[in-house]
Each structure stands twice: as structure tokens, then as C-alpha cells.
């Protein structure tokens, strides 16, 4: 089965042992608005709403990217964490265009393992 944004909110909530209702209190959402989301019935909630699930599921660094990259498959938009850095940088604008025409995926993978200063990651197949 394919992991989506619902599927991994509720495997990271009952990780937690929250219940769907406290859950939802804890948001500021109606229960039923709130297992809409689970079940993909409704969409991921905004930015905001999205860093307090974070914080209230103490989601890791690692689990946080997964969950803004399932959040931005089922918008079928750019993950919610990176529109605004985007917006905020012009050369990270001019770098995307850039590598959009000409970078292959070991261009990037080699740009990753500079940043990342940790010698080999590989964050595809």
C-alpha cells in the first residue's frame, strides 16, 4: 500500500498513542474534519496547522520532510516547507531554473553530498 500524507499522519499519531479525538482538539479541528484528513478525504491543513501536528507528534527532522513531502503529493504542489524559501532567495530561484534546464541527478546528488558535508547520501534510486 502507498504511504500518503493520511496513512503516515495516523501511524505517526497512534505511535503516540493520541487518540483521532484529541488529536483533532489538539489542532483546533472537528473530529470529523480531522479523520477526513486521515483518510484522505480532505487535503493537508495549512502551514501552520501542518508545524502543530509536527510539534505535537514530535515528529523527527527526517519524519518532518516526509510528512511536508506527502502534504505537498496529495496538493499536488511543491512541499509546503519550500515555497517560502523560495520566494525569500532570488538566487535559489535563478539556481532552480538553472538546474531545471541542464542539472542531471548526479549533478545534484554531488551539490547534496557538498552541502551536507557527509560524504555519500543517496536520497533517490
Request: proline share 4%; charged share 30%; glycine share 6%.
Amino acid at each position: 500500500m502507498e504511504e500518503t500524507f493520511g496513512t503516515f499522519l495516523r501511524e505517526k499519531r497512534k505511535q503516540r498513542e493520541i487518540t483521532v479525538r484529541a488529536m483533532a482538539g489538539l489542532v483546533g479541528l472537528a473530529c470529523g474534519s480531522y479523520c477526513d484528513i486521515e483518510s484522505g478525504r480532505r487535503k493537508p491543513p495549512s502551514q501552520k496547522m501542518l508545524n502543530k501536528m509536527i510539534q505535537i507528534l514530535r515528529l523527527s527532522d527526517t519524519d518532518k520532510e516526509i510528512l511536508y513531502d506527502l502534504a505537498g503529493d496529495a496538493r499536488a504542489a511543491a512541499p509546503p516547507d519550500l515555497p517560502q524559501y523560495i520566494n525569500d532567495n532570488q538566487v535559489v530561484r535563478v539556481a532552480l531554473r538553472i538546474a531545471k534546464e541542464k542539472a542531471t541527478d548526479d549533478d545534484w546528488q554531488r551539490f547534496i553530498n557538498a552541502l551536507s558535508g557527509r560524504g555519500q547520501l543517496k536520497c533517490w534510486d
